[in-house]
């Protein structure tokens, strides 16, 4: 009887702690991004000369749509790039470009990432645009629901990945107007897979005003 006890005990445990795994109860809660937090983020280009640069240049005159990717070899972050990929035709047709950052250069796995991506990819060796506090999701993720959902989704859709690169700091994606007209969207991952939705990218994009060429300013 006591052995059934204990036992009895124990699965109690186990499913009290799977049920607060799949709450939000326990996840780290965002802080947002800054205007000018971002725009003093130190960028470098991946090309054979690299270069080093501020953030701003990315959307300073046009505005952008940046995907700070998680890492670039896991298969639910391919996922979400080809979505956000997928809305190239009308960022181009709105004159908004399609960014990512990555926090790490391993191995080929930026370059391998590159056709599920249709935008240039920086270097982001700091971890800025993972901030202003990073957040992390570690073995909790493995029992949550809707990360098994997002995984069956990701498999079901034909992506596969690797396990090659940093991948516990959670990334985002942003919608950046021009000049000072600031963050018009901050999409923070809070768990693995949880991808943006593309039609609020598009609706973000909408509202970036166009830049005034006298001023400087939108």
């Given at each position: 009887?006591?052995?059934?006890?204990i036992g009895?005990?124990a699965?109690?445990?186990?499913?009290?702690?799977?049920?607060?795994?799949?709450?939000?109860?326990?996840?780290?809660?965002?802080?947002?991004?800054?205007l000018?937090?971002?725009?003093?983020?130190?960028?470098?280009?991946?090309?054979?000369?690299?270069?080093?640069?501020k953030?701003k240049?990315?959307w300073?005159?046009?505005?952008?749509?940046?995907?700070?990717?998680?890492?670039?070899?896991?298969?639910l972050?391919?996922?979400?790039?080809?979505d956000?990929?997928?809305?190239?035709?009308?960022?181009?047709?709105l004159?908004?470009?399609?960014?990512a950052?990555?926090?790490?250069?391993?191995?080929?796995?930026?370059?391998?990432?590159?056709?599920?991506f249709?935008?240039?990819i920086?270097?982001?060796e700091?971890?800025?645009f993972?901030?202003?506090?990073?957040?992390?999701?570690?073995?909790?993720?493995?029992i949550?629901?809707?990360?098994?959902?997002?995984?069956?989704?990701?498999?079901?859709g034909?992506?596969?990945?690797?396990?090659?690169?940093?991948g516990?700091?959670?990334?985002?994606?942003f919608?950046?107007?021009?000049g000072?007209?600031?963050?018009?969207?901050?999409?923070?991952?809070?768990?693995?897979?949880?991808?943006?939705?593309?039609?609020?990218v598009?609706?973000?994009?909408?509202?970036?005003?166009?830049?005034?060429?006298?001023?400087?300013?939108?």
């Amino acid at each position: 009887m006591g052995m059934w006890s204990i036992g009895a005990g124990a699965l109690g445990a186990a499913a009290l702690a799977v049920l607060l795994a799949n709450t939000d109860m326990f996840l780290s809660k965002p802080r947002k991004a800054e205007l000018e937090y971002l725009e003093d983020i130190d960028l470098k280009t991946l090309g054979k000369e690299s270069r080093t640069f501020k953030a701003k240049e990315l959307w300073e005159k046009n505005g952008a749509v940046i995907m700070a990717v998680r890492r670039p070899g896991c298969f639910l972050c391919r996922a979400e790039a080809a979505d956000l990929s997928s809305l190239k035709p009308q960022l181009d047709e709105l004159g908004v470009p399609l960014y990512a950052v990555v926090k790490e250069q391993v191995k080929a796995e930026v370059k391998d990432f590159q056709p599920y991506f249709k935008g240039e990819i920086f270097l982001d060796e700091k971890k800025k645009f993972y901030g202003p506090e990073r957040r992390k999701m570690m073995f909790m993720g493995l029992i949550r629901l809707g990360v098994w959902y997002n995984s069956f989704r990701a498999w079901n859709g034909g992506f596969s990945g690797n396990l090659e690169g940093e991948g516990f700091i959670l990334g985002g994606v942003f919608v950046i107007g021009p000049g000072k007209q600031g963050v018009l969207l901050e999409h923070r991952e809070k768990e693995f897979g949880d991808k943006v939705n593309p039609f609020s990218v598009l609706e973000a994009v909408k509202k970036i005003k166009p830049q005034n060429p006298a001023s400087g300013e939108s």
